[in-house]
Every structure is written in C-alpha cells, then in structure tokens.
C-alpha cells in the first residue's frame, strides 16, 4: 500500500502532490486547538501501526489503522497521515519521498470517507452498532486504499484490472483484521474516554 | 490523556517486539553480487517472505538494459552479464518489480564486480601461463589450471558470504533509535503547530 519510489509516472505523482498538499491544507485549517493532541497521538498510532504484523495463516499482515485514524479526527487525518507517512518514509524507507502525496492522499482521502459515513453511528449508538461501525470503518477504509493504490499503479501504466485485484487479494485478510482491531478500539474508547468520540467539529 | 499515552507506549512496545517477524512488510528489498560472471541475488521481504516471481532487470550506469530475468520460488535469480562488460558501464543497478507498488534497487559497483574502479578498465584477467616449476610439470599440471581450480572452489566458497554481506549492508531492522525519533518530531510538529494556532487567536 505503500507505493515504492519510481514506481508511479510524473503526471501521478504531480496530481497526488496537488490532491495531497490541498488535503493536507484544509486538513490543518480544521484542526481546533484542544484537538491537538488527539491527532498527535493518531499520528503515533499511525506511524507505530505499521511496524505491528500479525500472522495469519502462512504469511502475515501488516496493519495501516487509516480507519480508525479517520474515525477520531475526520479531515484531520490529512495532517496526521502526512507526518506519519513522512517519517515511515524517512526513518524506516517505507513508500518514498516524491511518491508522498499520492500515499498520502490514498490513505487519508478512505479515511475522511469513512469518518463520514460511520461516525455517527459510532457516536450515536449502542454497543453493538458501535462496534459494527468499527468494524465497517476499519475494513472500509483499507478496502478503498487498496483501490486508490490500484488506481495510481493503473493510471502509471499498469493494467486495473490486474492491478486492482493483485492488491485487494493480498489485503483481504488485512482487511478483515483492520477491521475487528477497529471495532476493539472504538469499544474500548467509548467505554474509557468517551470524549474522544463525542461530535468535534473535523467534519 | 493517561489512557491514549499508554495505548501509544503500549503499540510502541509491541511493535519493537513483533516487528522482526515473517510478514509481508511495507517494502520489499533487492541484494546482488557477482559468481563466475553471472549475477545472482535475492529479493526479499525484510522480516520474512521472499519475492516470488518478480522481473528483474540490470541496468548500466547510463540506465540501459543489460539484461532481464526474474526471481524464482525462492526469490532468488541468477542473470548471466555480457562479457566483457562494455567500459563505463559500472557501477550496474538491479532493479526488482514486486507487485501493489513495490520497488527495490540495489547498485553493484565497480568493485563488486572485481574492476578497476576507473571508468574505462577492463576487468580483472588472469595472469597468462607461466610455465611451471619442473615439480609441478612432472604432474602434468601447469600454473594456470592450478589457478583456476583454485578460483574455482573460492568463488564457491566465498558466494554465501558476499550474499550475507550484501544483505548486512542492507540495514533492515527497525531500531528503537528510529521509533524514538519518529514519536519526538511528532511531538514537537503538534508543540509548533498548537504555537502557531495560539498566536493566530
């Protein structure tokens, strides 16, 4: 998911740095200041996810939490996303620098979606329906990353089809436990630090 | 926020403990080095797997194809180079194609490939026969073939450990050192970022 440098063609990785930086910019504007150190904190979440593989079957997943980063602070996943992807890419070579924008805005943009669309069931609701829109936002938003990343690798040259089902097959389980790790956390969040879930105003 | 610092310490911890684990990481690596005029290699990904089927290509310092291939099951390949090598083509870059965006390079220079680091050298050649002491020419064998059976069982021997050196000078393990630096500019980007907020109201 982590597209590698000189993978992607110039005119990509220019929109990605357009679409990225224009994220990133109303992103930053929306950020309130008692907000601060929640999207700190995602951005850690986020940088450390990635180092955490857990086995699954022969090989093993790697997680990306961009659901649940997006869950808790809307459009302020954009800035959260920059830094994290920022230093992978730095300290640990993970993606590369000139690819940024395009990592970036694959990450965040699922991220905004899918703070959009399960929110409010995760404020609103009880247990069950909390922990299901978790579940649905985890999935959800490593679902659309996969098909963003697919699209830029097609739009660079590869074949969609081909592309897009060689990445969704190899998230699929990723998927499946981005998604229980999500609905774990959004229940244990509303049960210790219900503030963190309360209506913010990212949206 | 006592509770998301300890999530954050808890994932922290975690990571350093799980990372080095087989997976499927967030890159995937390349590593080459040079046997009887073929160059063999690896592509792999840091933590476990290897890469399975992926197309190879060597490239020369002027970025032109020199040859192509692909790693087999085990994620190793093994790609026969032009001989002679044309001059200025060191230092060679082998670039590997991993599928999802994936992409690694490594670059064999001039001296992995036993030339003279200078532009326009040609590589190493053994020295022509001499003739031998009259010991050795009582047994039928001369200085050369001596010298190529000794080359011989050297390049077998010493292939492993330029593999394992290549690979070494890959630095693949997270450190803590890196985490540590990743959470501190985290948190001195959100320190400036809440200043210049403060100033703005």
Redesign the interface.
């Known amino acids: 998911?982590?597209?590698?440098?000189?993978?992607?063609s110039p005119p990509v990785l220019a929109s990605g740095a357009v679409l990225g930086a224009a994220g990133l910019a109303w992103g930053?504007k929306k950020?309130e200041?008692e907000q601060?150190?929640?999207?700190?904190?995602m951005?850690?979440?986020f940088?450390?996810?990635?180092?955490?593989?857990?086995?699954v079957g022969p090989?093993?997943?790697?997680l990306v939490l961009n659901g649940l980063v997006g869950l808790l602070l809307g459009w302020a996943a954009f800035?959260a996303l920059v830094?994290?992807l920022a230093?992978?890419a730095l300290?640990?070579?993970?993606?590369g620098l000139t690819g940024l924008g395009v990592n970036v805005f694959n990450m965040a943009l699922p991220a905004v979606i899918c703070y959009y669309l399960f929110r409010p069931w995760v404020m609103r609701g009880g247990r069950w329906t909390s922990a299901t829109a978790g579940f649905g936002a985890g999935f959800g938003a490593v679902l659309l990353s996969a098909v963003l990343?697919a699209l830029?690798?097609a739009l660079s040259g590869e074949v969609f089809i081909s592309a897009a089902w060689?990445?969704l097959a190899?998230n699929l389980p990723g998927m499946a436990i981005e998604g229980v790790i999500t609905a774990a956390a959004v229940l244990f969040l509303k049960q210790?630090?219900p503030a963190?879930l309360m209506p913010n105003r990212a949206g | 926020m006592p509770v998301a610092l300890g999530l954050v310490l808890a994932l922290a911890l975690a990571g350093a403990l799980l990372g080095p684990a087989p997976a499927q990481a967030h890159k995937v690596k390349v590593f080459a080095y040079l046997e009887d005029g073929a160059l063999k290699g690896e592509g792999y990904f840091p933590g476990g797997g290897k890469a399975l089927a992926c197309p190879v290509k060597v490239l020369d310092a002027r970025g032109k194809l020199l040859v192509e291939g692909a790693t087999g099951q085990d994620g190793a390949f093994s790609l026969t180079l032009p001989s002679p090598l044309p001059p200025g083509a060191a230092p060679l870059s082998v670039v590997m194609e991993a599928g999802e965006g994936h992409r690694a390079q490594y670059q064999v220079t001039a001296r992995d490939l036993g030339l003279d680091p200078s532009p326009d050298a040609q590589p190493a050649r053994a020295a022509p026969a001499a003739p031998g002491p009259p010991d050795s020419a009582r047994l039928g064998l001369d200085a050369a073939q001596i010298e190529q059976a000794v080359a011989k069982a050297l390049a077998a021997q010493l292939a492993p450990i330029k593999a394992q050196m290549a690979r070494l000078a890959e630095k693949d393990q997270v450190s803590v050192r890196d985490v540590v630096g990743g959470l501190g500019w985290i948190l001195g980007l959100a320190g400036l970022l809440a200043w210049f907020k403060a100033r703005r109201s």
């Open positions: 998911m982590h597209i590698s440098e000189g993978v992607l930053l950020i200041m601060l150190p929640q999207v700190a904190l951005a850690a979440v940088f450390l996810a990635s180092l955490i593989h857990l086995p090989s093993s997943v790697h800035p830094v994290g230093l992978q300290l640990f070579q993970y993606g990343t830029s690798l060689g990445v190899a210790v630090k963190l």
